[in-house]
């Protein structure tokens, strides 16, 4: 019985959330006190789509189909499969404004947002989609856009009907936003006032869930309707008809939409006016909206160049674009988020559910991974702090109160229907034990200077928490060492157990798991935490002793060469139970015997040296961790040799940036099972370029012998790694999650603005 309620009271402390004050003062994010970010962009999962940052929030959102495709062929969320050739922020201020390209095929969709306060509801806001199709003569393709507004769970919704077909404007209530009126206009030619001929179709339907929208609109296409504008040839096309209901889930809310077909070149718009701003000065639409759109743009190109300063640098206006289209991808991929996590705990039988949190945050990819990452937050956050210091406050503080009583927070952040839609069940638990490198740190470093001290005081004791969790649960084998825990259980299955936890996934680690073993890249995350807990600590004047002095121990440039110097590599290296004789290897197909189905041949691993404990022969990023983080001394007998190591073309050096795993590392492109090709074994990878940029103009501007040198190494890779992201977004339209290290290709999933965005940051040259 005692043991049963061991395992029962860790299981509740699991989903205990942390017992401090939260970070965030309730209410401080609702549309009283913060009305400026109550509506936005912030449903970064479809192309184009607004909603408000509220639990059960109502939606916008736009569709579009190309008649020519049939009714397959509906865009609603970003999918990699949609093929399309580009789409992305342009411009976005991450509050009010914002511009979006897209390719379809040989159709051209712009997207354009602007906000207008008031009231107390969060203000107006108004929206115009400008269709182009650059096809050579012929009949222009038919294009529907369907515009829809969804409730979830709470709020009224009734439509306004001309001509019982035409959805002129819906109006509605909900407990956030109070009432509001929303108005399709009808769409003009291009970028005239002429109205256009279009036919209009509208949906009334009950939602089973935000997640399943598309799924509704689709079931309810039909292609029996005609296009038939007055004189022309007539053409037959999807539009909704009824909607029969779809299997299985009960209503959730409302859906109304809007459907408009016509001939591009056109242009629709769209108002939300909400109910408490009174006295405007018109509806924001046509030339008010032309107006307010030019003044937008400029003063996003003002502040952009006040902030990052790229053409008094000297940058081409094209590469200016570029870094603007960087910075507002990620700006425009801010979500709001809202559910439960799903946790696992080591010894527990079943995953638990989290209690309910929100999660104001950007992502790493509209597309393939549209929801939070703690370590790749910390990255977005170096950017978005320089823009808006107060809004990354914000995410900041919203990421440290999902912290639990145990002082742990969740690596990746599935919160909410629609965002679990997007992942395979397997890929939903979060363990209990797995860390994330506190990268927030590194963002709130570099907040702290100008943080108001309340917002400081209110983080503190979260951030002891966190820290302490770092401390207590992935401590070493020996004094001041570091283990990341929860690597892939059952090596036999993988060339080498991948390291979640660290980030750096299936970055070659001890061959056989084991609690002897140290990763170097943690103990320097430590060093980081504990000199940005001092920090912190200093600007409140609270006790900073403990935390400089664990900042000293793990910085004292003798105990890392004693713990992490690997003499027969030549590099900083981790230490474990290893074999380097370990190979993947065809096992053959096993005929069928009495009660078992003939298997297929698959990869297994193979050991022919027995595991002993030694140095990682793996020399990589994690090798360059000392010097990355800056705790190697400017003076110290060790900078040579990781320098080389960088500049060595068999080694990390590349035309295009640093690459993760040597060339000449046995690991280097080694795929870890059948199914998993090389991730961090050799590819090019923004986030930890520019950290070496940093600690490299670092060491340039420090007293020391290797003072040239870093300076000419920082230049080099400065200019490698612009010149390729840019190359390479010009050429395919998008940023990229990592990078070819033969070819400089854009690799992995796109769009990834994510930390592939520091590219903005390496142009202007702040650290
Ligand atoms: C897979 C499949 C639609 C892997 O950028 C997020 C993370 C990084 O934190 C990490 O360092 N990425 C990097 O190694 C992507 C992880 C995606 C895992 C989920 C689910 C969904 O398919």
Same mark, same amino acid.
């Given at each position: 019985?005692?043991?049963?309620?061991?395992?029962?009271?860790?299981?509740?402390?699991?989903?205990?959330?942390?017992?401090?004050?939260?970070?965030?003062?309730?209410?401080?994010?609702?549309?009283?006190?913060?009305?400026?970010?109550?509506?936005?962009?912030?449903?970064?999962?479809?192309?184009?789509?607004?909603?408000?940052?509220?639990?059960?929030?109502? &939606?916008?959102?736009?569709?579009?189909?190309?008649?020519?495709?049939?009714?397959?062929?509906?865009?609603?969320?970003?999918?990699?499969?949609?093929?399309?050739?580009?789409?992305?922020?342009?411009?976005?201020?991450?509050?009010?404004? *914002?511009?979006?390209?897209?390719?379809?095929?040989?159709?051209?969709?712009?997207?354009?947002?602007?906000?207008?306060? *008031?009231?107390?509801?969060?203000?107006?806001?108004?929206?115009?989609?400008?269709?182009?199709?650059?096809?050579?003569?012929?009949?222009?393709?038919?294009?529907?856009?369907?515009?829809?507004?969804?409730?979830?769970?709470?709020?009224?919704?009734?439509?306004?009907?001309? +001509?019982?077909?035409?959805?002129?404007?819906?109006?509605?209530?909900?407990?956030?936003?109070?009432?509001?009126?929303?108005?399709?206009?009808?769409?003009?030619?291009?970028?005239?006032?002429?109205?256009?001929?279009?036919?209009?179709? $509208?949906? =009334?339907?009950?939602?089973?869930?935000?997640?399943?929208?598309?799924?509704?609109?689709?079931?309810?296409?039909?292609?029996?309707?005609?296009?038939?504008?007055?004189?022309?040839?007539?053409?037959?096309?999807?539009? &909704?008809?009824?909607?029969?209901?779809?299997?299985?889930?009960?209503?959730?809310?409302?859906?109304?939409?809007?459907?408009?077909?016509? =001939? @591009?070149?056109?242009?629709?718009?769209?108002?939300?006016?909400?109910?408490? /701003?009174?006295?405007?000065?018109?509806?924001?639409?046509?030339?008010?909206?032309? !107006?307010?759109?030019?003044?937008?743009?400029?003063?996003?190109?003002?502040?952009?160049?006040?902030?990052?300063?790229?053409?008094?640098?000297?940058?081409?206006?094209?590469?200016?674009?570029?870094?603007?289209?960087?910075?507002?991808?990620?700006?425009?991929?801010?979500?709001?988020?809202? *559910?439960?996590?799903?946790?696992?705990?080591?010894?527990?039988?079943?995953?638990?559910?989290?209690?309910?949190?929100?999660?104001?945050?950007?992502?790493?990819?509209?597309?393939?991974? @549209?929801?939070?990452?703690?370590?790749?937050?910390?990255?977005?956050?170096?950017?978005?702090?320089?823009?808006?210091?107060?809004?990354?406050?914000?995410? &900041?503080?919203?990421?440290?109160?999902?912290?639990?009583?145990?002082?742990?927070?969740?690596?990746?952040?599935?919160? *909410?229907?629609?965002?679990?839609?997007?992942?395979?069940?397997?890929?939903?638990?979060?363990?209990?034990?797995?860390?994330?490198?506190?990268?927030?740190?590194?963002?709130?470093?570099?907040?702290?200077?100008?943080?108001?001290?309340?917002?400081?005081?209110?983080?503190?004791?979260?951030?002891?928490?966190?820290?302490?969790?770092?401390?207590?649960?992935?401590?070493?084998?020996?004094?001041?060492?570091?283990?990341?825990?929860?690597?892939?259980?059952?090596?036999?299955?993988?060339?080498?157990?991948?390291?979640?936890?660290?980030?750096?996934?299936? $970055?070659?680690?001890?061959?056989? @798991?084991?609690?002897?073993?140290?990763?170097?890249?943690?103990?320097?995350?430590?060093? %980081?935490?504990?000199?940005? %807990?001092?920090?912190?600590?200093?600007?409140?004047?609270?006790?900073?002793?403990?935390?400089?002095?664990?900042?000293?121990?793990?910085?004292?440039?003798?105990? %890392?060469?004693?713990?992490?110097?690997?003499?027969?590599?030549?590099?900083?290296?981790?230490?474990? +139970?290893?074999?380097?004789?370990?190979?993947?290897?065809?096992?053959?197909?096993?005929?069928?015997?009495?009660?078992?189905?003939?298997?297929?041949?698959?990869?297994?691993?193979?050991?022919?040296?027995?595991?002993?404990?030694?140095?990682?022969?793996?020399?990589?990023?994690?090798?360059?961790?000392?010097?990355?983080?800056?705790?190697?001394?400017?003076?110290?007998?060790?900078?040579?040799?990781?320098?080389?190591?960088?500049?060595?073309?068999?080694?990390?050096?590349?035309?295009?940036?640093?690459?993760?795993? /040597?060339?000449?590392?046995?690991?280097?492109?080694?795929?870890?099972?059948?199914?998993?090709?090389?991730?961090?074994?050799?590819?090019?990878?923004?986030?930890? +370029?520019?950290? !070496?940029?940093?600690?490299?103009?670092? $060491?340039?501007?420090?007293?020391?012998?290797?003072?040239?040198?870093?300076?000419?190494?920082?230049? =080099? %890779?400065?200019?490698?790694?612009?010149? +390729?992201?840019?190359?390479?977004?010009?050429?395919?339209?998008?940023?990229?999650?990592?990078?070819?290290?033969?070819?400089?290709?854009?690799?992995?999933?796109?769009?990834?603005?994510?930390?592939?965005?520091?590219?903005?940051?390496?142009?202007?040259?702040?650290?």
């Amino acid at each position: 019985a005692a043991a049963e309620w061991k395992r029962w009271s860790a299981a509740a402390r699991l989903v205990t959330p942390h017992p401090a004050p939260p970070a965030l003062p309730p209410g401080s994010t609702g549309p009283l006190a913060s009305p400026q970010r109550f509506w936005g962009t912030y449903r970064p999962h479809v192309y184009f789509g607004m909603k408000t940052r509220s639990p059960r929030a109502l &939606v916008t959102g736009l569709m579009w189909l190309r008649q020519s495709e049939g009714g397959g062929g509906l865009r609603h969320t970003c999918e990699q499969s949609d093929g399309l050739s580009r789409y992305g922020w342009l411009m976005h201020d991450g509050e009010n404004f *914002g511009v979006q390209e897209i390719r379809d095929g040989d159709l051209s969709l712009k997207t354009e947002f602007v906000k207008r306060p *008031g009231g107390e509801h969060g203000g107006d806001w108004s929206w115009r989609v400008t269709a182009r199709t650059e096809g050579a003569g012929g009949p222009a393709p038919l294009l529907s856009l369907f515009f829809y507004v969804a409730t979830d769970g709470q709020g009224t919704l009734r439509p306004h009907l001309e +001509n019982g077909t035409r959805l002129a404007a819906v109006t509605g209530t909900t407990e956030e936003l109070g009432d509001f009126t929303l108005t399709f206009l009808r769409p003009t030619a291009g970028s005239g006032e002429d109205p256009k001929y279009a036919s209009y179709h $509208y949906l =009334e339907a009950a939602s089973p869930g935000l997640h399943r929208l598309t799924e509704v609109v689709r079931s309810s296409l039909s292609d029996r309707f005609v296009f038939a504008p007055p004189g022309r040839p007539r053409r037959r096309f999807f539009a &909704v008809d009824a909607f029969r209901g779809l299997p299985g889930e009960a209503p959730r809310g409302r859906l109304l939409l809007h459907q408009v077909t016509l =001939e @591009p070149p056109s242009t629709a718009e769209v108002t939300f006016e909400s109910g408490s /701003a009174a006295g405007r000065p018109g509806r924001l639409a046509g030339a008010a909206l032309s !107006a307010a759109l030019g003044r937008h743009a400029a003063a996003f190109e003002r502040r952009f160049e006040e902030t990052f300063g790229l053409g008094r640098k000297g940058f081409p206006p094209a590469q200016r674009r570029f870094a603007q289209a960087a910075l507002s991808e990620l700006l425009g991929g801010l979500g709001y988020f809202h *559910g439960r996590s799903l946790v696992q705990a080591p010894l527990q039988e079943r995953p638990v559910p989290a209690p309910e949190a929100a999660l104001f945050t950007a992502v790493p990819s509209r597309s393939f991974f @549209p929801r939070g990452f703690l370590w790749d937050e910390g990255f977005h956050q170096l950017l978005l702090a320089r823009w808006d210091p107060a809004l990354s406050r914000e995410v &900041v503080a919203h990421w440290l109160d999902l912290m639990n009583a145990e002082g742990w927070i969740p690596r990746e952040q599935i919160l *909410g229907e629609e965002a679990r839609a997007k992942v395979p069940p397997e890929f939903l638990l979060q363990h209990s034990e797995t860390a994330n490198p506190p990268t927030l740190l590194l963002a709130l470093q570099r907040l702290l200077p100008a943080a108001p001290p309340p917002f400081l005081r209110r983080l503190f004791p979260r951030l002891r928490a966190w820290y302490d969790w770092y401390n207590r649960t992935q401590a070493g084998p020996l004094p001041l060492t570091f283990r990341w825990r929860g690597r892939d259980p059952q090596p036999e299955r993988f060339l080498n157990p991948k390291t979640l936890a660290s980030g750096l996934d299936d $970055y070659p680690r001890a061959s056989h @798991p084991s609690p002897e073993e140290r990763h170097l890249d943690l103990r320097c995350w430590m060093a %980081l935490a504990s000199r940005v %807990l001092a920090e912190v600590a200093e600007r409140l004047g609270e006790p900073a002793g403990p935390y400089r002095e664990m900042e000293r121990a793990l910085s004292d440039n003798e105990l %890392l060469e004693r713990l992490h110097w690997a003499p027969e590599l030549g590099a900083f290296a981790d230490y474990g +139970n290893h074999s380097a004789a370990v190979g993947l290897r065809w096992q053959p197909a096993a005929p069928p015997a009495p009660g078992r189905p003939p298997s297929a041949p698959r990869l297994v691993r193979e050991v022919r040296e027995a595991p002993r404990p030694r140095f990682v022969e793996a020399l990589g990023y994690v090798s360059l961790f000392p010097l990355l983080l800056q705790l190697l001394r400017p003076d110290s007998p060790r900078l040579p040799a990781v320098l080389a190591a960088m500049r060595s073309e068999r080694q990390l050096w590349t035309p295009f940036g640093l690459r993760s795993l /040597a060339r000449d590392s046995p690991l280097y492109m080694r795929r870890n099972t059948q199914h998993d090709p090389p991730y961090w074994r050799g590819s090019v990878w923004v986030n930890i +370029n520019y950290l !070496a940029l940093r600690a490299l103009s670092g $060491y340039a501007g420090a007293e020391g012998p290797q003072r040239e040198r870093a300076a000419e190494l920082y230049r =080099e %890779l400065r200019h490698n790694l612009v010149a +390729n992201l840019y190359r390479q977004y010009a050429e395919s339209g998008f940023l990229w999650e990592h990078y070819s290290d033969s070819t400089g290709r854009g690799q992995g999933c796109h769009p990834f603005a994510g930390w592939s965005a520091l590219v903005v940051l390496v142009m202007a040259e702040d650290y």
